[in-house]
């Protein structure tokens, strides 16, 4: 943001709140900005549903506007790189806030498309904070509300056991995946306040990159479940994530509830209201100091049955999801950086260079039986591949990204146009690949990492608050920015909004020159055996 000034904003029946206009170095007024805007009432006590905003409340007044000019809460987390530093004197477990960003000039017929924007970080980490869209939405044609939610990540986001699912169902609540859900509270929110900012509550695109990915990708399959009187996603974008698996089951979160207890030294013989309400008065300092501690590291979604289908591979394998997709014409843009594994394997590398490591850590992400199925492939022999230097770094990293993008996206795609009930929803896929970076990228990640994870915002953000040079707005503006516009806007007949691409295997790539071309796929084999190889360890693991 180069300078900002105040501007107030009534919104109706929800009062008055106060925000920035947002200008660049020109002097050009880009947006209007209003940070913390509350979605959600925080809950009574941790790991309990957030709650909608009563219908009677208000932000602020016209003599006293809500301050909305800096940004949301900062759940708990550990810090990573540069791009979450750890600062628990700013946590806030109250973290139910988005930041929205909004364009200047006259609302048009029916209100500006809307882009709600979900940050990653692992699920572990993360702030929309770190995201800015002025000048996406400032200085190109992309004209949309766009919409960034905080929400409870790591432990606080996403964990699991027995003890809290009774808890719950004490108070008529489901338990685990309390992101996801405060993910969908903010949909939700945003489709019944959005108006208020001019924005079109019936065109919402829900994208997200790395974990955000991933949630759009669950929050998608949870949206197509519900009747069409209380489905809210028109678009999704997928940027550099895919679905990986079927998550774990409640038994094997228990075993990370257990250890994490162990680890702070809360006896498991305890009644389980007295471990809960130990864990309830743990600082979350310690919370997050003795996560980092422990073999099950990673918080990550729980098959719950309730927000999570136990069912949910099988409809992409039956042609389920696929049909209800056509059904809706939600598109979906999906696609991966070149080299992914860079950046992956920085995330809480296995603890020595071995092969036994290397499956500890895949284990505190995926279950069991997944991870076994994936060493067998991989490493059939249990040496080191040749085109691996080492377990804790290289092979984890290729291997991590893999599961998160290259192969599984594929797989995701393979089960979109060729499940068993032969439904093809390839009209409604658009891959792309990344190959060039913007020089400002250097600021924040190593130039001999190439196009690594994150390596693309300031493609997919015009910039995200650093300079793009004159040339790279107009590589970005023709690559993606302008038909991302197009995508959301959903003006197009036909659905082709300049993409280019032809069936699932087309791929739209930015070329390292900073050319566009649609190259056929080379990796659809290999990602469509790595999927069908897990998607058969799934089946076999549900017969046993």
Known sequence: MATTRKTAKSLGHR??????????????????????????????????????????????????????????????????????????????????????????????????????????????????????AAALIGETDFKCVVVMPAYRVN???????????????????????HGFWDQRLALEWTRENVGLFGGDSGNITISGYSAGANSVFHQLAYDLRQPDSNSLVRNACIWSNSPAVQPKQPTETQNQFNELLTALNIPLSLPPREKLSRLRSTPAKTLIDTTKTLALSQFRPTTDGTFISPTLFETLDTGTFASILLSRNVKIMIGECADEHFLYNTWFPPKANTLSALRTRLIADYPEHIVDALIAMYYPDGKLPSHCQNWDVDAWGRCYADMQVHKIQRGFLYALTSNSAGVDASGLLYRYRIEWRAK?????????????????????????????????????????????????????????????????????????????????????????????????????????
Do not use: M
């Open 15 to 132: 009062g008055t709140i106060q925000g920035l206009t947002i200008s660049n170095d020109q002097n050009q007024d880009l947006c209007t900005y209003y940070g913390g805007v509350r979605y959600a009432i925080k809950p009574s006590e941790r790991w309990r549903r957030a709650k909608p905003l009563p219908k009677t409340y208000t932000y602020g007044t016209t003599e006293n506007p809500a301050d909305c000019t800096t940004g949301a809460g900062l759940c708990p987390q550990p810090g990573f790189l540069n791009l979450s530093p750890e600062t628990p004197e700013i946590w806030d477990e109250d973290c139910f806030q988005c930041n929205v960003w909004v364009p200047l000039g006259d609302v048009p017929e029916g209100g500006w498309p809307v882009f709600v924007f979900l940050h990653g970080g692992w699920l572990q980490f993360g702030t929309p904070n770190s995201f800015n």
């Open 155 to 177: 432990l606080f986001g996403f964990l699991y056991s027995v003890e809290l699912e009774a808890d719950a169902a004490s108070v008529g609540e489901s338990v685990g995946n």
């Open 440 to 544: 400002c990228v250097a600021l924040g990640i190593p130039v001999e990492w190439g196009v690594t994870h994150s390596s693309d915002y300031p493609i997919w953000f015009y910039g995200n608050g650093k300079g793009l040079e004159e040339e790279e707005k107009g590589v970005v503006g023709r690559a993606f920015i302008g038909p991302l516009g197009s995508f959301v806007q959903r003006d197009v007949g036909g659905g082709e909004f300049g993409w280019g691409t032809r069936g699932p295997r087309s791929i739209r790539t930015l070329k390292e020159n900073g050319n566009v071309d649609i190259v056929k796929d080379e990796g659809w084999e290999d990602g469509v055996r790595v999927w069908r190889n897990l998607r058969d360890a799934d089946k076999g693991q549900a017969e046993l």
